[in-house]
């Protein structure tokens, strides 16, 4: 028949691997919470400007290159003929709320300005 097989006291080859796979996951995970995350850099001490801190309105200016488009666009229409005679602001000019553009020569063409500015 056959023999039984004792097992030797101790820890098995098995249980070594088991043991340094969890020690290494242990010691990548603590790497990566307690890494310095901190990066620096070297400048040389003329290029500084070193200056008092005071308090006053902070200006910071960002240049962007775009188009910008009007939040509404009116269109100007004369019902009865009439001409524009004279351009009060020109294109891209800063107005206040109430403000008409144009003068006309008929008063049919201020009506129908005024209707559509009131959409």
Known sequence: MDTPVERRPGINRKHLYTIGGVAL???????FIFRDTASSMTVEKDRLTIATVKQAEFND???VIGQVMPSRIIYMDAIEGGRVEERLKEEGAMVKAPFG????ASHAGYQ???CLRAE
């Open 25 to 31: 996951g242990i010691a990548v995970i603590l790497y």
């Open 61 to 63: 200016y960002i240049r």
């Open 101 to 104: 553009n144009y003068r006309y």
């Open 112 to 114: 129908m300005f005024r």
